[in-house]
């Protein structure tokens, strides 16, 4: 089994910055990448970005420029680092993991962009 867990959610105020880490336990065999995802109560669930093992990137078009992916594989653990943050950036954040066999979900964690 896998757990996903991620931290780093809270209120931030427009303009500012947050970053979100998923640490990622348990039989861990055959990553092929991992990442992030958002949903609100109005979308679906949408890509924000994800980054494989061989450490190639991808970013959903809304976040391009303001967001940027990175993993520290020794500590199995994802980040993403927020920047101008905007309004429509709220939602629930999901860590996504895939491996040769399946993949994971995160339980997600919140993320309020207010002033």
């Known amino acids: 089994q896998v757990q996903l867990v991620e931290s780093g959610g809270g209120l931030v105020q427009p303009g500012g910055s947050l970053r979100l880490s998923c640490t990622a336990s348990?039989?861990?065999?055959?990553?092929?990448?991992m990442g992030w995802y958002r949903q609100t109560p109005e979308k679906e669930r949408e890509l924000v970005a994800f980054i494989t093992s061989g450490g190639l990137t991808n970013y959903g078009d809304s976040v391009k420029g303001r967001f940027t992916i990175s993993r520290d594989d020794a500590k199995n653990t994802v980040y993403i680092q927020m920047s101008s943050l905007k309004p429509e950036d709220t939602a629930v954040y999901y860590c996504h993991l895939v491996t040769l066999e399946n993949q994971y979900w995160g339980q997600g964690t919140r993320v309020t962009v207010s002033s």
């Open positions: 348990g039989s861990l065999f055959s990553i092929k990448a």
